[in-house]
């Protein structure tokens, strides 16, 4: 993972036919509400929250591959690594406020996904309420060393979130919660 901006980009390359790459996968530039319309405002719509349950396990199970392929660098740093990618991104600049063997904090300020998405639920009359899935990911990352280690499984819940006003999305993991 980057360290700074030099490194970070020297991560990218463009290749002949236009496409954007960075450390080897391909990305596409689109606007935050694209991605929040996607993740969460169309499905809401669609099918209320019987989307939740699915969106959740393909988020923790991605939280696992990353854990996996990050193992090397124990949970925390795969966790971090994970933190600094979104920041680096554009997804928020991110902070582990709290790191023990039974509660995690995770903050994320300035967060596009929160702030696109409660924009556009504040535009439609809907009744605001957590929207990130950030946590998904953490969850799975975690769980995936807890498992490992023969210990209780973290759960994710959203305490804060830019679409609900708050000035930034928290996510609270605690084991067996």
């Known amino acids: ?39 969460f405002a169309i499905p809401k719509e669609r099918y209320g929250n019987s989307f939740r349950p699915f969106l959740r396990r393909a988020l923790v199970s991605y ?15 795969a966790l971090e690594r994970y933190l600094a990618e979104n920041y680096l991104t554009g997804f928020g600049r991110t902070e582990l406020v709290e790191f023990s063997d039974s509660r995690v904090v995770v903050r994320v300020y300035g967060s596009l996904y929160g702030e696109e998405a409660g924009r556009y639920i504040r535009d439609r009359g809907m009744k605001p309420e957590p929207v990130c899935v950030m946590g998904y990911v953490v969850e799975g990352i975690l769980n995936y060393f807890a498992e490992k280690e023969g210990k209780p499984l973290f759960l994710s819940r959203e305490v804060k979130c830019k679409a609900m006003g708050d000035e930034y999305c928290e996510f609270l993991l605690e084991r067996g919660a």
Do not use: H, Q, W
């Open 1 to 39: 993972m980057p360290k700074n901006i030099e490194e970070f980009m020297d991560c990218f390359e463009v290749t002949e036919n236009g496409s954007l790459v960075f450390n080897g996968r391909r990305y596409v530039f689109t606007t935050g509400l694209l991605v929040a319309l996607s993740l």
């Open 63 to 77: 939280g696992r591959k990353r854990a996996l392929r990050e193992e090397e660098y124990g949970v925390k740093g």
